[in-house]
């Protein structure tokens, strides 16, 4: 029998462990997880942290017991693989619980140690209670913050998803938000109008906005100094400026790491050694769109690798077709979604495109809750290739989900027209505003079809 040892024990290193069983009932499996907890969802701690859920334990869809129980999978938690020793095809595991090493031998390693925030360059960061949001610990530590400090306000370092995320959740939780934007923009995976209307969205919900601004410093009084001159106070900092792969251990491996800094792996999640296979936000995975390299640390993109990673190692292999991108973030009342690439990412590639855009009402307006819907798409004027869109306001989500399944199918721009979607007064319009791209972009196309 194969004996497979995973390293990490949640989104991809859980997943794939499961997957691996399902089509395997005899390999000896084993996750080795650093931390307390493994399987926990970590796209539902901002919910918990602003009291959408209730309950920490909602969180956490498995445990080493029902692993063990359920699928017969051994989790060694707060076991942390310190060395992978390729030439014996072994790993070096630092037990914290007894506080001792040992090393385990393998036939497969999966390697699946996802990410680390990165540390923005504030001088004097010290001076400031500062936080980051990455582990369950990370999060249970700042909810208990929150209360026993009696945090009452807090300035989120960053406006990406985790930031935009959080700034939601720290209001509903009654604390004053400060939101600081390095570049001009929110989101900047967003066109800069779509971005505009999630600004508008947080300042309404009484945000306090700060874009092209960074943290220069925490002043010996505790507050901030910002590159443009104001001075802001916040009980707390979330440093949420984006991630880099956790791939120490790949490296002093000697496995390649690739141009965008991730694990270099093939389209059967294969690393340059044959036996180590690398799934999540550690990899550098590649474009679905134009097969270059790609990285793109979200959950979706864990599972799928996993997935092809456990039928790869059962013999009966399925590639992975590479990445769309695809994305989405609520905002207030606001939701934006995102699939494959914006103008300026075609622009910097030097690829001539066009773009059809439009906003509708998401549902029939004369039904309650009717509000704006913007949607973009972006595709080459040839052959109606779509290489993305977005979508910004309620009912976001369907739409971009339905052009990501377009995409992938390869339709072109003009098929959007053809695609008969479900219609009532609560849920759309006889022609959808997806349908309403298609007949937009004929205009739009060199040749008429
Ligand atoms: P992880 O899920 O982080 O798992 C890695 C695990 O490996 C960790 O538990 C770590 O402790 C363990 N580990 C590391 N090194 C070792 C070692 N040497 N030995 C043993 N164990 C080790 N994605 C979305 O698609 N949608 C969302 O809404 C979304 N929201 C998010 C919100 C937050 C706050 C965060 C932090 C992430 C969010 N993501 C979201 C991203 C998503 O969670 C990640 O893409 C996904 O978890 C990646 O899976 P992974 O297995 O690579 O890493």
Known sequence: TNKVLVIGGVAGGATFASQLRMLDDQAEIIVFEKDGTMSFANCG?????????????HLIAATPESFQKDKNIEVR??????????????????????????????DKLVYS???????????????????????????????????TKNYQSVCLVGGGFIGLEMAENMKARGIKVHLVQRSTHVLGLLEPQFSAKLEEELIKNDVDLHLSATVEQINEDRTLQLSDGTVIEADFLLLAVGIKPNKHLAESAGLTIGATGGVCVNE????????????????????????????????????REAYVAARHITGDPVPFRGILGTAICKVFEKDAAIVGHHASSLQKMGVPFETAELTAKQHAGYYPGASEL???????????????????????????????????????????????IAYAPPFSAPKDPVNMIGYKAVKKMNTKK
């Open 374 to 420: 913007s949607l973009i798409v972006h595709f080459c004027p040839d052959t109606g290739k779509i290489y993305g869109a977005q979508a910004v306001g309620q009912g976001a989500d369907k739409r971009i989900d339905v052009i990501s399944t377009a995409i992938t199918g390869n339709l072109s721009v003009l098929e959007l027209q053809t695609l008969e």
């Open 113 to 147: 140690p996802g990410a680390v925030p990165m540390v923005p360059d504030i001088k004097h960061l010290d001076r400031g209670n500062c936080y980051s949001l990455r582990s369950f610990k990370d999060m249970l530590k700042l909810d208990e913050h929150i209360t």
């Open 268 to 303: 059967y999640m294969q690393t340059d050694d044959p036996d180590i296979y690398a799934i999540g936000d550690v990899i550098e995975s590649f474009d679905f769109i134009t097969g270059k390299p790609k990285q793109v640390p979200l959950a979706w993109v864990a599972h």
């Open 77 to 106: 938690i707060r076991h942390e693989v310190i060395r992978i020793n390729r030439a014996e095809k072994t790993v070096t595991i630092k037990d914290h619980i007894k506080d001792e090493s040992y090393v385990e031998r393998y």
């Open 45 to 57: 701690m901002p919910y918990y942290l602003g009291g959408f859920v209730k309950k920490r334990e």
